[in-house]
């Protein structure tokens, strides 16, 4: 039996409920130990759901039973309010607009046991919730009443399904959600004149822009566009060769840190964030399709094992948020296990000259600046001899180099990672952006970066840089094929050099690293080859270096990325004279 905690707004609720059902002696017992039963659960789910605000945002093991008491709840919310519809329509007066709070809800748990976790699967969960909302008009009376707060709910319903569609790549979704919410917005602002109208706006405009943001399209026969998704497949990563001697390392952790000027971003994901994300992650299975029951899994039950690396996404963290996620990776970090740092950030220089070529000497990525260091800011103007605080410094990363660490980074001072130390002897790659790129290329940079590009969607970044914009399904599948085979190439290119650092090798074992490893590769034998990208900082470096005559400038890889461009009638864009038969 439910014992009803003391709440004044439930009381005064139940009260409400009762008397306007007629006297209250006439209400059966039954009848009301139902409604006393709802408004227990709807409380303590209540309760439990404001509670995840106060759970730590970093570490693995404190949040899980709290989530899985609060799944518990919900469950048995969910399927009480199902199997007693009519008594709540009749003495609670259930609204529509409650069912669909109950199942938003739902699907915000969800989603941030997606966060969590980094299970592509649960984003299938709180889809199925937040479409059965849509589909069973749930918000349709809202815009009825005279609640301005209630409306507020339905737009934050939609912003928060769009979020979730656009991580499952369900583009067509997303489109009829955006028209809806802005009819939503329209609607809104109209009825009640109210102040967030600009910030409303914002949104529309931020998640139309994110749409945008691939700078090709893929099309059908008809010219419809074509959905391509950027996880790794099955066929993905480039399989191992037998005998291939590489590392059973295995990623574990990924810090993802997006600190870009004016980049594309929605529910603070920008675009270079985005797009790495999905570059560490499998497609995602539906949970329902392996369970009995639709919707709401048993806290429970647990995939059979984690398919992808754990993530953080940290959008324009300060250097203490930066560092403190950081710590707690580093500290949960399982043995024979690898944490990877992804910086898509801006580029801070050192501002004054300095003797000595130490790792704070060259500057590093932005950090955000908190208001209340004001004053040390001012110091640090004063006197050009202070390094710089906003920053992430090479040196600042030296700590964590004592277990397996893979860095990306993508920034216009991308370089002063270069002059990492490994001091204490564990498998260590930096994989280093172009700090410009040709002014004779088009500027992109708002829609996100092209190293970053072609580290998720190679086969895009190409066709950019060789001035495409469009491409038939057809030819796109054909030279998806071909760069498959590029990428086994690559893969042999590196296992069989003899001159290449252990690290590399090191890392090969992880098909997600191996992919990253493989693409960053091709990215950079690409750049190289270039008629317009002929600075050499225009192109990617890494630490330790790759010997260039068996990778980066590998005859046999030129040739293929020569034949790729001819599949595509590009050639022209592309050097020759590398080849024998110039």
């Known amino acids: 039996m439910f014992i009803l905690h003391k709440n004044p707004e439930t009381d005064l609720a139940l009260k409400e409920i009762m008397s306007s059902g007629g006297a209250e002696d006439d209400i059966p017992q039954a009848e009301r130990k139902t409604v006393t039963d709802f408004c227990y659960l709807l409380d303590k789910s209540k309760q439990l759901f404001n509670g995840l605000r106060d759970l730590p945002q970093y570490g693995q093991k404190q949040w899980q039973s709290y989530f899985g008491r609060t799944f518990d709840v919900y ?283 130490g790792p704070y000497d060259f500057g590093g990525v932005l950090t955000n600046s908190n208001r209340d260091i004001i004053n040390g800011d001012a110091i640090h103007k004063r006197n050009q001899s202070y390094k710089e605080m906003h920053c992430l410094h090479p040196g600042d990363l030296y700590p964590f180099t004592r277990k397996p660490l893979f860095i990306i980074v993508d920034s216009s001072n991308s370089v002063a990672y270069k002059n990492f130390t490994n001091l204490f002897g564990q498998p260590l790659v930096c994989l280093l952006s172009p700090t410009a790129y040709p002014k004779a290329l088009q500027d992109q940079s708002q829609r996100g970066s092209l190293f970053t590009l072609f580290l998720n969607n190679p086969l895009m970044a190409f066709l950019f840089v060789s001035g495409l914009s469009s491409m038939r399904r057809g030819l796109w599948e054909k030279c998806q094929d071909y760069l498959r085979k590029i990428n086994r190439d690559i893969a042999q290119l590196l296992t069989h050099s003899r001159s290449i650092d252990q690290s590399f090798l090191q890392f090969f074992g992880d098909e997600f690293l191996r992919l990253l490893l493989t693409r960053f590769i091709f990215c950079s034998a690409t750049m190289r080859m270039h008629k317009i990208f002929r600075e050499t900082r225009n192109y990617p470096e890494s630490y330790p270096q790759l010997p260039r005559d068996e990778t980066v400038e590998n005859p046999h890889l030129q040739k293929h990325i020569l034949e790729l461009a001819s599949i595509l009638d590009v050639r022209n864009v592309f050097l020759e004279n590398t080849l024998d038969d110039y």
Not at 201 to 222: K, R, S, W, Y
Request: aromatic fraction near 10%; include cysteine.
């Open 75 to 357: 469950t048995k919310l969910w399927k009480f309010q199902q199997q007693h519809r009519q008594v709540l329509d009749n003495r609670y007066g259930l609204k529509r607009w409650q069912i669909g709070e109950i199942a938003s809800k739902i699907g915000q748990l969800y989603y941030h046991y997606y966060l969590r976790t980094s299970e592509t699967s649960y984003l299938n969960e709180a889809f199925s919730f937040y479409s059965a909302i849509r589909q069973r008009s749930y918000y349709s009376q809202v815009n009825k009443e005279d609640r301005p707060e209630l409306v507020v709910k339905k737009l934050r319903y939609y912003a928060r399904f769009i979020v979730v569609c656009l991580l499952l790549n369900k583009m067509d979704v997303v489109k009829d959600l955006v028209k809806e919410l802005s009819d939503e917005i329209e609607d809104y602002t109209h009825r009640f004149n109210t102040e967030d109208q600009v910030e409303w706006n914002l949104v529309l405009q931020e998640v139309a822009a994110f749409i945008e943001a691939d700078p090709v399209m893929v099309l059908n026969d008809d010219n419809t566009i074509v959905i391509t998704s950027n996880r790794l497949s099955e066929t993905g990563a480039p399989l191992l060769e037998q005998g291939m001697i590489v590392g059973q390392l295995a990623l574990a952790d990924a810090l993802i840190i997006g600190n870009c000027n004016n980049q594309v971003k929605f529910s603070e994901l920008t675009i270079d964030m985005f797009r790495m994300l999905q570059a560490l992650e499998r497609e995602p299975m539906n949970l329902a399709s392996q369970m009995n029951k639709p919707g709401m899994q048993e806290s429970t039950e647990k995939p059979a094992r984690r398919e992808n690396p754990h993530k953080y996404l940290l959008y324009k963290p300060t250097f203490s948020q930066l560092y403190t996620f950081l710590a707690a990776s580093f500290k949960e970090l399982p043995a024979n296990s690898v944490l990877l740092i992804y910086l898509s950030a801006t580029g801070v220089f050192p501002s004054g000259r300095s003797d000595s070529e």
